[in-house]
């Protein structure tokens, strides 16, 4: 299996425009969480999936973050819209089941000028 | 709720010298214990793990061991080197916390040579 991939792996965009990060999991994985990393505020989780399902979205920062699983191979996490204070480091992780680690992908680096 | 609580760096040595980075946590229930590591421009890896009272994670000569009577689960090299430079992740996860993965803040090292 390739990993967990996410793409794009870099993404510039003016403040104001739509942004979509995308990620598709491990085969077989049963969770799928989303993460941003800031030098400020490390690691934090923003949503995460179980089985497609949103379980908890507490993270999300704002109304203008939203996060869709259309299906086991697929998510996508959207900001509309974007603002310079979420530039970051996205990381999609997946997990095959409750014991076992995360696998994370190589992150999308977004910088919102 | 539950947390990590990981030691500030960044911690600077030079080669060869012993490593510890200190990790407690907080947690009801028996949580599994992790330690990722994040290379520059890359996404976390996981470098060890345990998922129970005693036991003892191991790779590339790290080590940690799960400590429920200090909530501790520090982590160890005896001899380190250039290419172990990087920023280390405590993690724990859960029942008690929905199975999300909890992350310490994350801890740099720099190894001189």
Redesign the interface.
Known sequence: DAG?IQSPRHEVTEMGQEVTLRCKPISGHD?L?WYRQTMMR??E?LI?FNNNVP??DSGMPEDRFSAKMPNASFSTLKIQPSEPRDSAVY?C?S?LW??T???????TRLTVV | GNSVTQMEGPVTLSEEAFLTINCTYTATGYP?L?W?VQYP??????LL?A?KADDKGSNKGFEATYRKETTSFHLEKGSVQVSDSAVY?CAL?A?TG?????????TRLFVKA
Request: aromatic share 24%.
């Open positions: 967990v969770y969480f490390g690691l989780l995460y379980i908890d990381f992780a997990i409750e014991a680690e995360a696998f994370f992908g190589q992150g | 599994s992790f990722y421009g890359e996404g976390l890896q996981l793990k998922t992740f996860r029942i929905g199975f999300k993965t909890i992350f310490g803040a994350g």
